[in-house]
């Protein structure tokens, strides 16, 4: 019985101090991280949706509360106009969390282009989201304001052909994403000018 | 039995090499030689974490009970390499990205759980940290090694740099997996023939 505590007692100190080392260390390097990820994972996704931008839309951006949440917006100029507008949020896919950037034209509301940027999906079907550029051209020109979803949910999206829940988390980040659009059009425009 | 600690750490060097000497850790071997800069990361990553978890293991070893001794050398394991991830995607980034999985492998990577059962358990702290670093220092140099031939052969670069002209038609199958295995075996062969003078 003793025996039986001790060997208890043991591994909870062990995975306690465990885990707070872990938790120190994430909370070190989380900026480094998110700035990281911000300039291999999303930037290339950002100057992919916003091609033929004359500006770095890494660098021309800002943050607007929305709620409890901070939210980065990353500026496009195309001829000479600073009119477009990049954003991130989040759909729940196949293996956890899919992440999505729409780029926006603020002037006829319309989407410039739709990006993956992290995803848990399985390698070579939900993956396809993010390398396959047809799937994610078919958000191209659609205006912001349209709920977004699969043919088979009943919208006109094409899903990926065996690929439905990432293809619906891409659809339901894409929603999401014209939610905030329409939530914080004004706000976006003032940061603007 | 005893041997000085500069002996401890230089088994790992040749006598006692991983994957070579000491079949083990072939899975990470065979997977992240595609590029020598892979084979160097993957290599310094696993000797971090086994010199560290050799030390805090043998520090340990005494408090740790027998009965759940694995399951306790696999918290502190896993602790460091927990650690190396978030310091690599803290700072290499790009590396982070193309070693995807095989970071988290390190956990159940046969060296570093072998070592500590069969070394840290049951030496002090000196000789612990020198075996893990000797063993985690020749892991590396088999995997730049290996790597090299591979790299070198398949891409016809070195550490993403062209070695030969555009005329060089790539060797392919060195860069797959059954390429893998062969080079694995004749760089093995080559071993056993130095090492028979």
């Known amino acids: 019985m003793r025996e039986m505590f001790r060997l208890f007692i043991v591994i909870t100190i062990f995975s306690a101090v465990s885990g707070g080392?872990?938790?120190?260390?994430?909370?070190?390097?989380?900026?480094?991280?998110?700035?990281?990820?911000?300039?291999?994972?999303?930037?290339?996704?950002?100057?992919?949706?916003?091609?033929?931008?004359?500006?770095?839309?890494?660098?021309?951006?800002f943050k607007i509360m929305d709620g409890k949440m901070e939210r980065n917006f990353f500026i496009g100029q195309f001829n000479g106009k600073k009119n477009t507008v990049a954003f991130e949020s989040y759909g729940k896919g196949y293996g956890g969390d899919v992440g999505v950037i729409a780029a926006v034209n603020i002037e006829t509301d319309e989407i410039v282009g739709v990006g993956v940027t992290t995803h848990s999906e399985t390698p070579g079907v939900g993956s396809r989201a993010k390398t396959d550029p047809s799937f994610v051209s078919q958000f191209k020109g659609l205006s912001m304001k349209a709920p977004f979803k699969v043919r088979t949910d009943g919208?006109?999206?094409?899903?990926?052909?065996?690929?439905?829940?990432?293809?619906?988390?891409?659809?339901?980040?894409?929603?999401?994403?014209?939610q905030i659009y329409s939530r914080l059009k004004d706000k976006i425009i003032e940061q603007m000018g | 039995m005893a041997k000085s600690v500069v002996q401890e750490f230089a088994k790992g060097l040749w006598a006692e090499i991983p994957p070579f000497r000491l079949v083990l850790g072939l899975c990470p071997t065979l997977a992240v030689t595609k590029t020598v800069e892979n084979g160097i990361g993957m290599g310094v990553a696993t000797t971090f974490?086994?010199?560290?978890?050799?030390?805090?293991?043998?520090?340990?070893?005494?408090?740790?009970p027998k009965k759940v001794r694995i399951a306790c050398y696999i918290v502190v394991i896993a602790t460091f390499v927990t650690v190396v991830e978030l310091v690599m995607q803290a700072y290499t980034y790009p590396l982070f990205l193309k070693l995807g999985i095989f970071i988290p492998l390190i956990v159940v990577n046969c060296i570093v759980l072998g070592r500590a059962e069969a070394f840290a358990a049951k030496n002090s702290v000196i000789p612990s940290f020198a075996d893990g670093l000797g063993i985690g220092i020749g892991f590396t140099l088999s995997l730049t090694v290996l790597a090299m031939f591979r790299e070198a052969l398949g891409y016809g670069t070195l550490l993403n740099m062209e070695?030969?002209?555009?005329?060089?038609?790539?060797?392919?199958?060195?860069?797959?997996?059954?390429?893998?295995?062969?080079?694995?075996?004749?760089?093995?062969?080559?071993?056993?023939?130095?090492?028979?003078?």
């Open chain 1, 21 to 61: 080392l872990l938790a120190t260390v994430r909370n070190g390097t989380q900026e480094k991280i998110e700035y990281q990820q911000l300039k291999f994972v999303k930037g290339p996704t950002i100057k992919q949706i916003m091609e033929g931008c004359t500006n770095d839309p890494l660098v021309d951006r």
């Open chain 2, 49 to 64: 974490v086994l010199v560290c978890s050799n030390i805090i293991i043998s520090l340990l070893r005494n408090v740790i």
């Open chain 1, 155 to 178: 919208g006109d999206i094409d899903a990926i052909s065996g690929a439905t829940f990432t293809s619906r988390g891409v659809c339901a980040a894409v929603t999401d994403l014209s």
């Open chain 2, 163 to 197: 070695l030969f002209g555009p005329s060089f038609k790539p060797f392919t199958f060195m860069v797959e997996a059954p390429g893998a295995f062969v080079c694995l075996g004749l760089m093995l062969c080559l071993m056993n023939m130095l090492g028979k003078k």
